[in-house]
């Protein structure tokens, strides 16, 4: 399993790689494999302005929809375009080409509750 020690991960299987203000955000190697094929990728909040742990987008796979949670509070600046013709990057490529927003992170300070990869790899019992 791929758990990049160069990026924070939450308790909701979101990834986070900080650049500056700026932090990209995806779903991890564990998820995508947990959803199976994913079909669609959905963000309806581009350009809004969101709490942490709020609902930015959804994953639809071919037998389940799941919620994508934001984990950071901030204002969603881009989304992957890519991902509305290719939403299989996703499973290919979680940590690159499938990745999902960037966020103007308004709080930093929450940085400080995400988990490194080691902390994450236990919770996952990887």
């Given at each position: 399993?791929?758990?990049?020690?160069?990026?924070?991960?939450?308790?909701?299987?979101?990834?986070?790689?900080?650049?500056?203000?700026?932090?990209?955000?995806?779903?991890?190697?564990?998820?995508?494999?947990?959803?199976?094929?994913?079909?669609?990728?959905?963000?309806?909040?581009?350009?809004?302005?969101?709490?942490?742990?709020?609902?930015?987008?959804?994953?639809?796979?071919?037998?389940?929809?799941?919620?994508?949670?934001?984990?950071?509070?901030?204002?969603?600046?881009?989304?992957?375009e890519e991902l509305e013709t290719t939403p299989e990057a996703?499973?290919?490529?979680?940590?690159?080409?499938?990745?999902?927003?960037?966020?103007?992170?308004?709080?930093?300070?929450?940085?400080?509750?995400?988990?490194?990869?080691?902390?994450?790899?236990?919770?996952?019992?990887?």
């Amino acid at each position: 399993m791929n758990i990049p020690a160069n990026l924070k991960y939450t308790k909701d299987h979101e990834w986070v790689s900080l650049d500056g203000d700026i932090a990209t955000v995806g779903i991890t190697d564990f998820a995508q494999k947990e959803l199976g094929d994913i079909v669609y990728v959905e963000v309806e909040t581009l350009d809004q302005t969101l709490a942490k742990d709020e609902v930015f987008g959804t994953v639809e796979a071919v037998k389940t929809v799941s919620d994508l949670f934001l984990p950071l509070s901030g204002e969603i600046v881009e989304f992957n375009e890519e991902l509305e013709t290719t939403p299989e990057a996703v499973n290919s490529d979680p940590y690159g080409a499938g990745w999902m927003v960037k966020v103007k992170i308004s709080d930093v300070s929450e940085i400080e509750g995400l988990l490194s990869d080691a902390a994450y790899k236990e919770l996952i019992g990887a």
